[in-house]
Nanobody, 126 residues
Framework: QVQLVESGGGLVQAGGSLRLSCAASGRTFSRYHMGWFRQAPGKEREFVAVISRSGGSSPYADSVKGRFTISRDNAKNTVYLQMNSLKPEDTAVYYC???????????????????WGQGTQVTVSS
């Protein structure tokens, strides 16, 4: 069992930055690829980014590529999402999730993740 707790959300003006953190319980954090998803009101949950167990691979959604950076610190059982040049359309609840497959296949599909955090609200004002 892995418990995930996100933090770092808040209200920011367009063009600003936020850094989200996701702290994991347990000693098996390094076994999981870790992803970030987001869900805006009335919309489906969408993939944002994922990072492999070792940190060597990190695909992004096209909508955030070049603005967001995912990273992880396995010694601290934490994954981060640095969000720069924020836009109003980035407003959503952001979730971190753990993906347990051996490879990063289907990383953009929420159903392939086994553990989820409770989410943190990010609001970007125009």
């Amino acid at each position: 069992q892995v418990q995930l707790v996100e933090s770092g959300g808040g209200l920011v003006q367009a063009g600003g930055s936020l850094r989200l953190s996701c702290a994991a319980s347990g000693r098996t954090f390094s076994r999981y690829h870790m992803g970030w998803f987001r869900q805006a009101p009335g919309k489906e949950r969408e993939f944002v980014a994922v990072i492999s167990r070792s940190g060597g691979s990190s695909p992004y959604a096209d909508s955030v590529k070049g603005r967001f950076t995912i990273s992880r610190d396995n010694a601290k059982n934490t994954v981060y999402l640095q969000m720069n040049s924020l836009k109003p359309e980035d407003t959503a609840v952001y979730y971190c999730a753990a993906h347990s497959a051996l490879t990063l296949g289907n990383y953009a599909v929420p159903g392939t993740y086994v553990y989820w955090g409770q989410g943190t609200q990010v609001t970007v004002s125009s």
